[in-house]
């Protein structure tokens, strides 16, 4: 449900204006303030972790999550919504870490496989969900069921945490100093990068003052977090995890898949809807295979990585996503249901086979005691990743479409015979149906422009996954610096 939310509102951002008298510029808030309350808090959950507890923090997270989901549900006003989605994704950046680290300690490694399956299903199947479920909640009730749907999940869970997760014997309560300086320049420097990258397309990137400024504010913020943390003595993020290579090495390839999967998962939706008429729910549908895929394709892979070398599972799955993209990156303006229909059941597979194994590689020479603090800083990363990935795919889509609309309007001149005989067609009909000869030649002018655009834009489109496909090729070598998983669970850091 964590991860759903992130989506789940982009569809019912008109209606949230409309009800609440605001602008959907302004109701996009909504948005961005989750995501940067979420940016914030993950990486912290290790060190909170650490100090409250992971089952009072878990409790404390889930309980969080269902009140202020349930007065976003309530709110009377854009101001009230915001401050309650703020405090929905700072206690939503707490489950991911935390159910990972619980899964990974509760599991044998031969089982962890398995686990990490059924976990990554809500990661990679809820952002496709999302845009589905909020605009039938939205079409059929109300936007503010696309939050009341949280809580009757959300008392279900509490009641399942008190049960039956508890905290391990080795995970201590800290008391030691806050880390206030830390905790201060990664409040600055992921808020600035969040809303950054969330605003940038809408500002046009660096022509804007807001933007120039938030990215400073963001690598002085973030620059200094770094060099922070790796002399403070008692650090809210503890780097020094990043000395385990596969660790290292593994926490760039899911930085990596966050850009890829959240970047096609927002560009398609655009393509069916923009340039091939489809509604929500009929995109949503059409893109239904590669969530189908995932779904039935992770289990089996937790299983195959207890049995197999899972570097090579991981493999497979970068070349079959790559694979994906590029059969994307042929389509034109026909393109049909279809069409879709195997690309995206081939990158729903590709998916399941790479979650679990990086997964489980990553995390496999991790001491338990230091899980924690290991899974926020892996999911904080997947979740930059994700956050680049749309605002790149959207900016790249949009450079070269300006850039295939001078190549195409090029060869719209009178020396082409076929432009020429194209608008000579297009002016006799017009004229046909009653139009003068000027109005005729100037509506056979703007058919061939609109003819132009949709091009450029499929072209554009197509000229992104190629770009994206090419990413996962050249993540293939660094497979070969993660070590094997050694087969039996983690030692105990001395």
Partial sequence: MEVLDTTVVNVSLPHIAGNLSSTVDEATWTLTSYLVANA????????????FGRKRLLLLAVSGFTVSSFFCGLA???????????IQGACGGGLQPLSQAILLESFPAEKRGQAMAFWALGIVVAPMLGPVVGGWLTDNYSWRWVFYINVPIGVLSLFLTQTFVFDPPYLRRERTGI?????????????????????GQEEDWFSSHLIVTLAVLAGVGLGGLIIRELKAQHPVIDLSVFRYRSYAVGTFLMTVVGFVLYGSTVLLPLLMQELLGYTATHAGVTNFPRGMASFLFMPVVGILVG???PRKLLAAGLLGTAGAMFWLSTFSLNVGFWNFWWPLMLQGAGLGLIFVPITTVTNDPVPRERM???????????????????ASVQALQFRHMQTHINVLGQHVNSGSIQAQQTLAGLRQMFISKGADVVNANRQAHDVVWGMVQQQAAMLSYDDVFRFLGGMFLLMLPLIFLMEKPRGKGPTMAH
């Fill in 179 to 199: 880390d206030y300086w830390g905790i201060g320049l990664l409040a600055v420097g992921m808020g600035a990068l969040q809303v950054m990258l969330d605003k």
């Fill in 76 to 86: 009377p006003s854009l101001g009230f919504l915001i401050v309650f989605r703020i």
């Fill in 372 to 390: 924690g603090n290991a899974t926020s800083i892996f999911n904080l990363m997947r979740n930059v990743g994700a956050s680049v990935g749309i």
């Fill in 307 to 309: 049995k197999l070398d």
């Fill in 40 to 51: 914030i808090i993950l990486p912290m959950t290790g060190w909170l972790a650490g100090r």
